[in-house]
T-cell receptor, first 116, second 114 residues
Framework: DTAVSQTPKYLVTQMGNDKSIKCEQN?????MYWYKQDSKKFLKIMFS???????INETVPNRFSPKSPDKAHLNLHINSLELGDSAVYFC???????????????FGPGTRLTVL | AQSVSQHNHHVILSEAASLELGCNYS??????LFWYVQYPGQHLQLLLK??????LVKGIKGFEAEFIKSKFSFNLRKPSVQWSDTAEYFC????????????FGGGTRLMVKP
């Protein structure tokens, strides 16, 4: 059973389009995350979200928005795609952090986005 | 803001050689430290983590790391590498920040020659 899954695995699209990447976790976790890994393999946090709070890395453009239909899903929606958005996007989840402390994160397989 | 540095970008070793990958972070308070591995074409997997207690932590596949608070370091070690250890290794830090977000180092690409 896949703990954290993402779809699609690969996404190729034109500049200016709007696209979504889906993430689902079956671990019963309350907190989910999105990370971006650029062409140099550098990983950067984009969002942390649970049902109480969305925390956004201030460097993330507002064209990116997380959408959570329920506790097990955190989808990443991107408007007006740009060439620089090409990267691998990783979803992750952890137990609820609202009570404080650090929780281990479990990562999905990644979605490779290519913007032409 | 905290930052994480991995000084070795590429490391090439022969099988059975010993490995040490450096990781330094910049944050003066309490930190939680992680090493993740990314095998070719795969997702990130946790190798080991340090939250508190014994600063020498043992992880999976024979890896260990030592937290040296005075040096702001959390170096990863393995006494004898195997070809199957070829992967990208990432050090990550959580400095008790809101949202439990991790700050990653730039990664070290390890290639083990058979």
């Amino acid at each position: 059973d896949t703990a954290v899954s993402q779809t699609p695995k690969y996404l190729v699209t034109q500049m200016g389009n709007d696209k979504s990447i889906k993430c689902e976790q079956n671990l019963g976790h309350d907190t989910m995350y999105w990370y971006k890994q650029d062409s140099k393999k550098f990983l950067k946090i984009m969002f942390s979200y649970n049902n109480k709070e969305l925390i956004i890395n201030e460097t993330v453009p507002n064209r990116f928005s997380p959408k959570s239909p329920d506790k097990a899903h955190l989808n990443l929606h991107i408007n007006s795609l740009e060439l620089g958005d090409s990267a691998v996007y990783f979803c992750a989840s952890s137990q609820d952090v609202a009570a404080g402390g650090t929780k281990q994160q479990f990562f999905g397989p990644g979605t490779r986005l290519t913007v032409l | 803001a905290q930052s994480v540095s991995q000084h070795n970008h590429h490391v090439i070793l022969s099988e059975a050689a010993s490995l040490e990958l450096g990781c330094n972070y910049s944050y003066g308070g309490t930190v939680n430290l992680f090493w993740y591995v990314q095998y070719p074409g795969q997702h990130l997997q946790l190798l080991l983590k340090y939250f508190s207690g014994d600063p020498l932590v043992k992880g999976i596949k024979g890896f260990e790391a030592e937290f040296i608070k005075s040096k702001f370091s959390f170096n990863l070690r393995k006494p004898s590498v195997q070809w199957s250890d070829t992967a990208e290794y990432f050090c990550a830090v959580n400095a008790g920040n809101a949202g439990n977000m991790l700050t990653f180092g730039g990664g070290t690409r390890l290639m083990v020659k058979p």
